[in-house]
């Protein structure tokens, strides 16, 4: 029986296999290590990609979500406003500065967060600095929505754009709207590194350098540190390695986008919830997340069909051991709660044949029955 996974890279990497090897061994014979040539061609091509002006290679997208938020001076006794529904790593970097996360519930439609929830903690806590808007699954959060609450208050705006590389409000790409916006390479993404790696990108130049300085120890010259900062550059082979793969995004984002319409079609009559998606925007589908019923059971028939599927998240942040000095308590996050008993995400990626996709929803529908 054909294991189906989650998110196939290898199918990935053999597409691309010859152009990867060139490319690795192009910074061997150049060793060019650290800081090395293709850092900078792809900071440039990612910045044109994205539509905006500066693109910062970094480590990881938690460095990147760190450094941004250090290079904006916020800090121990500001709040930064986080769905509670996102991976740690968004919640872990206002910590990682001395803030505090303030978590907020999400609308039920796209799991994003709830502009009349923010609007109103804004409204009565002059302690939040930042609000960082999730762009979950690859579908962007509404960001239109969110400007115009946030600059009633004069708070800024950081766009977590870890799972939504190439996502789109009416033609403008995500990481436009907000100061910054980050993004992480991890090998499992839409744009996925052979390791860890991040960026972020702006249109603010100071910004920009800043971030740059604090990555590399906080200097202008090898030896001359303007600031104290930190070792989280992006790695030269990994950077070869996105330059390599950044060609072939937008191709293999179509087919996740038709993954997505050939799942929706299969599931159309079936006691299940499909991904919602605003009109005028573009979901890139990092993951396509269904909601429905008795989903630990299915999770766990599909499994044993060879159906590799996961679920994110299942915790709540709120609910996180992690977080249980905050005071929070089950049932503050209703939306949040009820999703993560729900929600099951299923095998997508851009080389997930037509004949893949009938199977997995011929096994979800069997699974339901």
Known sequence: MEKIPLNNISAQHAEIETELKDAILGVLQRN?????????????????????????????????????????EIGPGDQVVVPVNTFIASSEAVSAVGAK?????????TLTIDCERLAGLLESNASIKAVMPVHLYGHP????????????????????????HGAE??????????????FSFYPGKN???????????????????????????????KYLHEIEGFNSRLDTIQAAALRVKLRYIEKWTDRRIEVASEYNGYFSDLDLITPSRVENYRH??????????????ILETLKS???MCG?????????????????????????????ADEILSLPIDGHLTKDQVLRVAEEVKRALF
């Open 32 to 72: 060019d290590y650290i800081m090395g040539a293709d850092v900078k061609s792809f900071e440039q091509e990612y910045a044109s990609y994205c539509q905006v002006k500066h693109a910062v290679g970094l480590a990881n997208g938690t460095d990147a979500l760190i450094l941004g938020l250090k290079a904006l």
């Open 284 to 297: 890139v589908y990092h993951l396509y997340v269904i909601r429905v019923k008795n989903r630990d059971k």
């Open 101 to 109: 996360p303030l978590f907020v519930d999400v609308e039920p439609q």
């Open 191 to 221: 744009l996925g590194a052979l390791g860890d790696a991040g960026a972020l990108i702006t249109n603010n130049p100071d910004l920009a350098r800043r971030v740059a300085m604090l990555s590399n120890h906080g200097r202008t010259e």
């Open 141 to 164: 959060s509404r960001m239109n929505e969110i400007k115009d609450i946030c600059s009633r208050y004069d708070v800024k705006i950081i766009e977590d754009a870890a799972q939504a």
């Open 311 to 339: 679920v994110h998240y299942p915790i709540p942040l709120h609910l996180q051991p992690a977080y249980a000095h905050l005071g929070y308590k089950k049932g503050d996050f209703p939306v949040a709660e009820a999703a």
């Open 169 to 182: 409000i009416s033609g403008v790409r995500v990481g436009n709207f907000g100061d910054f916006a980050t």
């Open 305 to 307: 069909k060879g159906i």
